[in-house]
């Protein structure tokens, strides 16, 4: 994971020290950190050379914004991170940070582009595994873009909103996915849902990624079992409305049998009694 994206710091600073300095207008006093417009996050995307048109957004959620973009005649999508919706607490004043120090401005921007970096890192491990994601294209300060799922531009539906045909086996296919983004790429997704889920093509499509945990010889394994044990849930309470039901604990054997890192794996011995996720 890194910060690093295409500019040259030297020549020009980077897209934070750019966004920074732009928010204060050209200054280096204070700056006020507001929701961004559609018309600003337009113009910035094409200027950061991440899409040539942004046409509007398809959904806002919790702590970013989806837009239909467009690369030449290529729909894409454009997902950019908010400052106003972050959990962390400068952000909670009214859904801005009023008058931030150029340097708090610069740490907040800095928090916002760690999200987009996460998210474009875990996309392009996912993808490199095999698991049916986005293809990530490209990352620029709080903003990244990758594959439309979707046909001219009608985004694909999330599972929840279709009838399928044969839901066991998109039930064990969305199973196997989750094995590879697991065993593979070693992320465990956390938000796995039919909502986080598109139906494209006669296949389903993970996606919204950002707050997966890697699992790896620093993990905190009894976390990532309940992280496993409750996507597995959310997977399975879905496909309980079309009257199929399975044993969770069986699914989340066949995760952990498949991998836990190397020096870990005796670390049930250490499991705290009454062990809760969040
Ligand atoms: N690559 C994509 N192609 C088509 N639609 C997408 C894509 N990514 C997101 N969407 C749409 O935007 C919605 C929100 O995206 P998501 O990544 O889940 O963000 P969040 O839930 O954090 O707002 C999705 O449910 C889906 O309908
Ligand atoms: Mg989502």
Not at 190 to 210: K, Q, R
Request: aromatic share 10%.
């Amino acid at each position: 994971m890194s910060r690093v994206d295409k500019f040259n710091p030297l020549a020009k600073g980077t897209a934070i020290d750019q966004k920074r300095d732009l928010i204060r207008g050209g200054t280096s006093g204070k700056a006020v950190i507001e929701e961004p417009r559609f018309e600003a996050i337009r113009k910035e995307a094409i200027t950061l050379g991440l899409a040539t048109d942004v046409l509007y957004p398809m959904s806002a959620g919790k702590e970013a914004t989806i837009f239909l973009a467009k690369w030449n005649d290529h729909p894409i999508i454009l997902k950019a991170y908010r400052v106003w919706a972050t959990p962390h607490k400068l952000s909670m004043t009214k859904g801005h940070i009023r008058e931030s120090s150029g340097k708090k401005t610069r740490w907040i921007l800095g928090l916002l582009e760690d999200i987009a970096v996460k998210e474009f890192d875990v996309l392009q491990n996912c993808f490199k595994a095999g698991v049916r994601v986005p293809t990530p294209i490209s990352r620029v300060a709080n903003y990244l873009t990758m594959r439309f799922i979707g046909d001219g531009e009608r985004p694909a539906p999330q599972l929840r909103e279709v009838e399928l045909e044969d839901p066991e086996a998109v039930m064990n296919e969305i199973f196997d996915q989750y094995l590879l983004m697991y065993r593979d790429a070693h992320f465990a997704h956390g938000d796995l849902s039919a909502y986080n889920i598109l139906w494209w093509n006669c296949h389903p499509w993970i996606i919204d990624v950002p707050q997966t945990e890697a699992v790896n010889k620093w993990s905190d394994m009894n976390r990532i079992e309940l992280i496993l044990q409750r996507d597995i849930y959310n997977v399975l309470k879905y496909f309980e409305s079309y009257g199929i039901e399975r044993n969770p604990e069986h699914i989340l054997k066949v995760f952990l049998d498949a991998y836990i890192p190397e020096n870990l794996r005796n670390y049930k011995e250490l499991r705290n009694e009454g062990i809760e996720l969040l």
